[in-house]
């Protein structure tokens, strides 16, 4: 069975950076994306990215996230950057759509 590993959340005040990882117990994906939920709403695709390095975002993110991928590593980031209090939330990967098993997530608290 596939596992996801996210990593990087954390606490940070509004206009901080964050940098979360991803790793997939996998040999090869194909689009990927992040997603995160926040408190009382449904889970959002934020970001995502195809096999060839293609990327599109979420509104409310763009021109402030930026994901990345290395296949090498199977792995895929985020960075974050100009943070808001509104982007508190469970960050989590996945294929783009979803298609393994969620994994633990890691939180990103934006708050002064």
């Known amino acids: 069975q596939v596992q996801l590993v996210e990593s990087g959340g954390g606490l940070v005040q509004p206009g901080g950076s964050l940098r979360l990882s991803c790793v997939a117990s996998?040999?090869?994906?194909?689009?990927m994306g992040w997603y995160r939920q926040a408190p009382g709403k449904e889970r959002e695709l934020v970001a995502a990215?195809?096999?060839?390095?293609?990327?599109n975002y979420a509104a409310s993110v763009k021109d402030r996230f930026t994901i990345s991928r290395d296949n090498a590593q199977n792995s895929v980031a985020l960075q974050m950057n100009s943070l808001k209090p509104e982007d508190t939330a469970v960050y989590y990967c996945?294929?783009?759509?979803?298609?393994?098993?969620w994994g633990q997530g890691t939180p990103v608290t934006v708050s002064s």
């Open positions: 996945n294929m783009d759509p979803p298609y393994w098993p």
């Open positions: 996998v040999t090869s994906f194909n689009a």
């Open positions: 990215i195809t096999s060839r390095g293609t990327t």
